[in-house]
């Protein structure tokens, strides 16, 4: 069953003025899934007018819910808002207008649904308040490819300089900051660093991303020279700054609280999209044949490529819609990956092997296993890993950078859950990958405590030298179909 995902393009603007765009409904079709991650409910709210911060230690109530499950993902984001709110007159004012447009998230929501998913699990990786979440809401209303006057772009509306200081990428090929999930990261990554520069204090590592470091930075000056209170509701900044703030607070606040008036969208908690590296230059056209994904698909939800080709010199990473049985079914994921599968009630080694036209002496095989008992919830491997063709670029004969590349076989994205008693060199020995890379993609060190139910990031399979390493990971995702992008 082919679902649907829209993925379009955004506005708001960083660190410039902006207006709002006439919203856009569109049909949403998502199915639900049982979540790995816990909640805790750490909003709050006072009566005056003194600055929100962040409780170091949530309630008992909190904890409690701490220990709740959600198969929705927008409910898993309420459930995690971090920041306090407060009820002045800022706040209020933001909170009004969002809801003067109560459909404003639900629609917003599905411009982000092929991304969101991978957005909190970066944050929750990088231990952020879950509230920044909402920051490309704030910033572009989630629109890729906005550019502000102040050349400013993408849903995190990151300007040249930033981005190019936190790694982004960009030539006439490829634009990193309308691509959504690598400018997540350059975000993520400069919001650390503000909130570092102002001593923990998250509302003006906020204003300093809006407008500027320095610029807040001289406002707190101003204030302690007169004796004044140095919190970001006391300083005296454009009024543009003024305002981003509580819109973030306001749409926190409401998100937490859909009972005031604005309708809170319903998503599956669970990722719709995938990160694949196709390991050398590629067509669009011929990735699209290959997959059996529309190219106008793949487009529509990797705005970051600027033409139908990637850039010789890369990157090479691509965003897959992936159904679960369409991948299973497709001559692209049977050349090229492995893949996992859960056994259920009245599954047998045969039922199984033959589904997957595999004979049982191959499964066994391919799981290490003696016997024929299996047991529900066991996953198994089905499949192994070889290569894609020779190259992957169409000859238009205009181009010198359309010579054949080396072959690589590609990497797919997956999460893993720790369990009790992983370690960093169980999992990798576990997955066939070198523990510094595992250390590296997940900034962690040999004393890093793995906790277990957290999340770690893989990315399988490494190249292939003598042979393949099986894949030890369900990589089945419901097909999403992006719609025609509005322009």
């Not at 990786?125 to 629109?143: G, T």
């Not at 975000?187 to 660093?193: E, F, G, I, N, V």
């Amino acid at each position: 069953m082919r679902n649907l995902v829209l993925c379009c393009l955004g506005i708001f603007l960083f660190g410039c003025k902006s207006t709002k765009p006439a919203l856009q409904e569109i049909p949403q079709i998502f199915t639900h899934f049982e979540p790995k991650y816990k909640q805790q409910n750490l909003i709050s709210q006072t009566t005056n007018d003194a600055e929100p911060t962040i409780p170091s230690t949530p309630s008992l109530a909190a904890e409690k819910k701490h220990l709740l499950k959600t198969n929705d993902l927008w409910e898993h984001i309420s459930n995690n808002l971090n920041f306090k709110t407060n009820q002045g007159h800022a706040l209020k004012k933001r909170i009004n207008w969002y809801l003067k447009q109560p459909n404003y998230l639900r629609t917003v929501s599905k411009r982000a649904a092929p991304y969101l998913y991978h957005i909190v699990k970066k944050i929750e990786q990088k231990q952020l308040p879950m509230d920044l979440v909402l920051l490309p809401f704030v910033e572009s209303d989630f629109r890729p490819t906005i550019e502000s006057s102040q050349k400013a772009v993408g849903v995190w509306q990151l300007v040249g300089a930033t981005a190019h200081h936190f790694g982004i990428k960009s030539d006439k090929w490829y634009d990193g900051r309308q691509d959504v999930l690598a400018s997540t990261d350059a975000a993520l990554d400069y919001l650390s660093y503000l909130h570092k520069r102002f001593d923990g204090n998250w509302l003006h590592a906020l204003a300093a991303y809006n407008s500027g470091e320095g610029r807040v930075k001289r406002a707190i000056e101003k204030n302690k020279k007169r004796n004044k209170s140095t919190d970001y509701w006391s300083l005296s900044l454009p009024k543009e700054t003024a305002d981003y703030v509580p819109k973030l607070l306001a749409l926190s606040y409401l998100v937490k609280h859909p009972q005031k008036g604005i309708k809170r969208p319903k998503l599956a908690y669970k990722p719709f999209t995938t990160q694949m590296n196709i390991g050398q230059q590629f067509d669009f056209s011929v990735i699209a044949k290959l997959s059996g994904i529309g190219s106008k698909q793949l487009h529509a939800i990797n705005q970051g490529y600027l033409k139908n080709q990637s850039s010789p010199n890369g990157p090479h990473t691509l965003l897959l819609p992936i159904g679960q049985e369409a991948l299973l079914k497709s001559q692209f994921f049977k050349s090229n990956f492995a893949g996992e599968y859960i056994v259920k009630q009245n599954d047998t080694l045969y039922s199984i092997a033959r589904r997957f036209s595999m004979s049982v002496k191959a499964l066994k095989q391919l799981n290490n296993k003696n016997s024929n008992l299996i047991g529900v919830g066991e996953k198994l491997l089905i499949g192994q890993p070889k290569t894609l063709p020779s190259t992957l670029t169409v000859d238009y004969k205009i181009s010198p950078y359309l010579e054949p590349q080396e072959v690589v076989i590609p990497t797919i994205e997956i999460d893993y859950e720790i369990k009790q008693g992983d370690t960093l060199w169980s999992i990798s020995q576990l997955y066939d990958l070198p523990y510094s890379d595992l250390a590296k993609w997940n900034k962690l060190s040999a004393s890093s405590i793995l906790k277990p139910g957290t999340q770690l990031v893989l990315f399988i399979p490494q190249a292939e030298k003598q042979k393949a390493a099986p894949i030890k990971k369900n990589l089945l995702l419901d097909l999403q179909k992006t719609l025609n992008q509005p322009r």
